[in-house]
T-cell receptor, first 113, second 110 residues
Framework: GDSVTQMEGPVTLSEEACLTI???????????LFWYVQYPGEGLQLLLK?????DKGSNKGFEATYRKETTSFHLEKGSVQVSDSAVYFC????????????FGTGTKLQVIP | EADIYQTPRYLVIGTGKKITLECSQT?????MYWYQQDPGMELHLIHY???????EKGDLSSESTVSRIRTEHFPLTLESARPSHTSQYLC?????????FGPGTRLLVL
């Protein structure tokens, strides 16, 4: 079946440091890939997505590229801020059926001033 | 972007009480979902719906039940709450290709 593996946290960075959160996946077919962000006490918000190989999703300074050859979708940001502190989930959705989403276990990011 | 609403946001109740967690969306999405999120952050799908009068159990067995009488409304009910039901419950809906989430209900059963 489908699965998503993302790096374990927590990840602690100083403000303005570079961020990479690794995500790899196993799936049949051609899934869409997502990054969601969850701030404390809230639901998940869609951060970015990519629907086919070599697509790059970007939003709020975050980027991720759909790499089919390495089955990866790593999240990157060049300069993090304290307000980026949250839990980040990598996910995939296979087409058809009830559009089931498979989530990674989440990576907690803490950015310190 | 979908607008999805969940009420209440926080609920503290005693063991044995019946509760209903409300979820509604205004975008006309056919597919809706309930997830349970444990303290370790992992999400577990407990119910989903293709549309009106269609409900299915998800990957994680749950004592809760759901109904889908109207497209925009997907309530979750626990007939008799127990401390093991303490968790965060997230509702989502999807159009083609993307799921959108509500703010969640944090439930504490004493």
């Amino acid at each position: 079946g489908d699965s998503v593996t993302q790096m374990e946290g927590p990840v602690t960075l100083s403000e303005e440091a570079c961020l990479t959160i690794n995500c790899t996946y196993t799936a049949t077919g051609y899934p869409s890939l997502f990054w969601y962000v969850q701030y404390p006490g809230e639901g998940l918000q869609l951060l970015l997505k990519a629907t086919k190989a070599d697509d790059k999703g970007s939003n709020k300074g975050f980027e991720a590229t759909y790499r089919k050859e390495t089955t990866s979708f790593h999240l990157e940001k060049g300069s993090v801020q304290v307000s980026d502190s949250a839990v980040y989930f990598c996910a995939l959705m296979n087409s058809g059926g009830y559009q089931k989403v498979t989530f990674g276990t989440g990576t907690k990011l803490q950015v310190i001033p | 972007e979908a607008d999805i609403y969940q009420t209440p946001r926080y609920l503290v109740i005693g063991t044995g009480k019946k509760i209903t967690l409300e979820c509604s969306q205004t975008m006309g999405h056919d597919k809706m979902y309930w997830y349970q999120q444990d303290p370790g952050m992992e999400l577990h799908l407990i119910h989903y719906s293709y549309g009106v009068n269609s409900t299915e159990k998800g990957d994680l067995s749950s004592e809760s039940t759901v109904s889908r009488i109207r497209t925009e409304h997907f309530p979750l009910t626990l007939e008799s709450a127990r401390p093991s039901h303490t968790s965060q419950y997230l509702c989502a809906s999807s159009e083609v290709g993307t799921q959108y989430f509500g703010p969640g209900t944090r439930l504490l059963v004493l």
